[in-house]
């Protein structure tokens, strides 16, 4: 067969494109941008081009995979529905690759990528086995996908976006979190919720569904309280009124597990969570018994709690204790979460993915926890102008902890520019001195100045590209 892929430098996508390689297809594709993950496809032997041009596309072509991130005005995706060749969405690919298999699907507006690559590690350390599409690199197999034909379990990210997740029927589902993303998609978060509703509902009877406690309905007295913090967080252009923190309703023919890293209520939970140079320690409390000493080695405190779901489903699986923590302990992350890149006595370099105010939270908070009393100098990129116009409050407000703020200009992804919106926003409402805008060309320089203990980059953007460039300066 000869695939053909629009976007096929996105996450996802280039996990399915390096599976139908491997299976000894064909495979080429278009991508708006070069990045480091489409040469590295290159490199596997796949033929990929970065103009928008029909007359580039190979010929016999028997299907064209695309993502809904790629606009449908694009020449090629004209052209190519022109020429009537069958057209698939990436979600729809996926959902057939995982019917007949024993799918573990993992959903949820945190947490989704690192608890997929966990589950998918443990398994695939022990005798259990699994394939896996990941939505980010793992750092342990260098890639975003494993395949292992002698498994009959797979793995896979379940993603809100576009309603993709409900291509899926999963034997055990996960559910992180269930915050409001992708209004611009959705509408309201009324209509996120229902579509997670439907997603756990899709769930085999016979599976299980592990959910982050507080976000299906069981018996909680201080849920108003758990909620009212984040409502602050909504995009402007959702009323509160619609956003409605209420929990998942799941139908009763359905095995509801909960997990937690801050509470005793819920089946599978954490304790006693320490941190000792630099890995983190906890005590993971299962129905059957409690396992001590859970290690994770150069991690964050909110892994423990993704590390809690990978465990539940991992048991499910039939991995045993001494798999389980061998898995846990030799977890080595995913590229750009909380991505440890110096680790030396005097400097330590972390990079992240943080795009969003809670998220860069929970990332400065884990640092601080970490390394605490230590001179933190963190980057930022923000990503998009509608999400920082909408956001810029929170954002300045999650930078304050930070020693010393740097904010590199705004980058743009797929939107048209807004006047008056720019990281010069975010900059003039943090509440410090000890803030700066540079260009990424500056960065250097200026932490150098700046006498750091712990440098870290955060931002969706095109951050990355200054991440090598950063490591290498700190390592001297």
């Known amino acids: 067969m000869n695939y053909y892929f629009l976007g096929i430098g996105g996450i996802g996508m280039s996990a399915l494109a390096r599976y139908f390689k491997q299976c000894g297809h064909i495979v080429s594709g278009y991508d708006r941008t070069e990045s480091p993950l489409t040469k590295q496809l290159e490199s596997e032997g796949m033929a990929i081009h970065y103009t928008d041009d029909p007359s580039l596309i190979p010929d016999d072509i028997d299907l064209v995979i695309y993502t809904p991130a790629v606009p449908q005005d694009t020449k090629e995706f004209i052209f190519l529905q022109n020429k009537n060749i069958p057209f698939k969405k990436r979600s729809q690919v996926l959902g057939e690759l995982t019917k007949g298999k024993k799918c573990i699907a993992v959903a949820g507006s945190h947490g989704k990528t690192t608890t997929t690559a966990m589950i998918a590690h443990i398994l695939d ?79 085999m009877p016979e599976g299980a569904i592990i959910v982050k406690e507080g976000v299906v309905g069981h018996h909680h007295e201080h849920e108003h309280e758990h909620y009212s913090h984040h409502s602050h967080e909504i995009d402007n252009h959702t009323s509160t009124s619609e956003y409605s923190p209420r929990e998942l309703h799941i139908s009763e023919e359905h095995n509801v597990l909960t997990y937690s890293a801050r509470s005793i209520e819920p089946d599978y939970y954490a304790i006693n969570v320490r941190n000792y140079n630099g890995n983190i320690y906890f005590d993971l409390r299962t129905p059957q018994k409690v396992l001590f000493d859970m290690e994770l080695q150069s991690s964050c405190l909110y892994n423990v709690e993704n590390a809690v779901a990978a465990s539940a489903i991992s048991l499910l699986c039939g991995v045993d204790e001494y798999q389980l923590r061998n898995g846990l302990r030799t977890f080595a992350g995913i590229r750009r979460r909380f991505d440890f890149r110096v680790k030396q006595k005097d400097i330590v370099y972390i990079d992240d993915y943080a795009h969003h105010p809670r998220e860069i939270s929970a990332t400065i908070e884990s640092v ?109």
């Not at 943090?430 to 803030?435: E, L, R, S, V």
């Not at 500056?442 to 150098?448: A, K, Y």
């Not at 750091?452 to 953007?461: E, F, K, N, R």
């Open 368 to 476: 601080k926890y970490l390394y605490p009393g230590k001179r933190i100098v963190g980057i930022f990129q923000p990503h998009l102008y509608s999400r920082t116009r909408d956001l810029a409050d929170q954002f300045a407000e999650a930078l304050a902890p930070l020693d010393e703020i740097i904010l590199i200009p705004l980058y743009p992804a797929r939107e048209k520019p807004i006047p008056g919106v720019s990281s010069g926003m975010i900059l003039r409402k943090i509440d410090t001195m000890n803030k700066y805008l540079c260009s990424p060309e500056e960065v250097g320089d200026l932490v150098e100045a700046l006498y750091p203990d712990v440098v870290l980059t955060m931002g969706a953007g095109d951050i990355d590209r200054l991440v090598p460039v950063l490591e290498n300066r700190l390592k001297q």
């Open 125 to 203: 350390k022990s005798g259990v086995g699994c394939s896996a599409f990941l939505g980010g690199i793992s750092k342990n197999l260098d890639s975003n996908l494993l395949v292992n034909d002698k498994s009959e379990y797979i793995v896979v990210e379940a993603d809100e976006y576009d309603r993709s997740f409900l291509q899926l029927h999963p034997l055990y589902s996960v559910i992180t979190a269930t915050d409001p993303d992708h209004l611009d998609i959705y509408g309201t978060h009324e209509n996120l919720l229902q579509a997670f509703e439907q997603f756990a509902n899709q769930t």
